[in-house]
């Protein structure tokens, strides 16, 4: 199905992206447009406006200091896998980066578009919350700072408010890391997926099994589906961290 007609911006900084997206109530932020246009062309959302952040050199970059990194916003999968900083620092990231979908999704998908959309399928809200990752997001109202625990908040729902954007993820450095997951084809959708971060103890966070990333193999309720019933899910689960936890050295 084509697009419906839709009113597009094209900003150049941050302050105009904030500032188009102000226009309307019902602006919507485009990153790279792998879900959001999937659903526009469905019709399952209609915004009246798009605020293009191809162009907004603020929200790209990769930088490291001293084991924490600073991933901007519109830093794409390909971006994370060809970067030495992230491979030298957390190399699961550029991993996971490159088993996700296919070359062209990820030459066009981005980390920050990843975790604004908080799908309980996808590869990197678990990473972050095992990671401890930190998220900057920016308003009218100033800039504030979302711990990856407080930052996924529902089904497509996360701190960031109508209005406002993401624009980086920093990652505390840490002393291993792992990711394990059973996905429906060769990297195709997660049906369960598990992250871990060793840095003195170790933390996980399970995806897939509830609205957002659970922390506790005893709180998980997965839902039953075609891919898999709920209680397959708790077994994988069970499995998944423990791998997780062996490849970061836990
Ligand atoms: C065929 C296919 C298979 C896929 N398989 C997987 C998979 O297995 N695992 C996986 O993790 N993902 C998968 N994806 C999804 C893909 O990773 C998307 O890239 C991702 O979900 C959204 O990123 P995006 O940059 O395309 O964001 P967009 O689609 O542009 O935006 C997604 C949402 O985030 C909001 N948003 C984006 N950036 C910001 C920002 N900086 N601040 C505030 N809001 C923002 C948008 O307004 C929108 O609501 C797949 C996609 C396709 C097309």
Known sequence: MLLAAVEYARPTSLADALAALGRSENARALAGGQTLINVMKARAAQPDL???????AELRGISES?????IGAMTTYSQLMDSSDVFGTRPVLSRVAGEIADVQVRNRGTIGGNVCLSDPTNHFPPLMVSMNASFTIVGPSGERTVN??????????????????????TIPPAQGDGFAAVTIGKDGTCIVNAAATRNGETR???G????VP????DDIDPPSDVHGSAEYRRHLAKILVDRAIAEAGG
């Open 208 to 211: 897939c099994v509830g609205a």
């Open 66 to 70: 001293s084991g924490s990194l600073e």
């Open 50 to 56: 798009l605020v293009d952040l191809a162009d907004v």
């Open 204 to 206: 996980f966070a399970i």
């Open 214 to 217: 659970v922390t506790s193999l």
């Open 148 to 169: 990856a625990g407080e930052f996924f908040q529902g089904v497509y729902i996360t701190a960031v408010e109508p209005g406002e954007l993401l624009t980086k993820i």
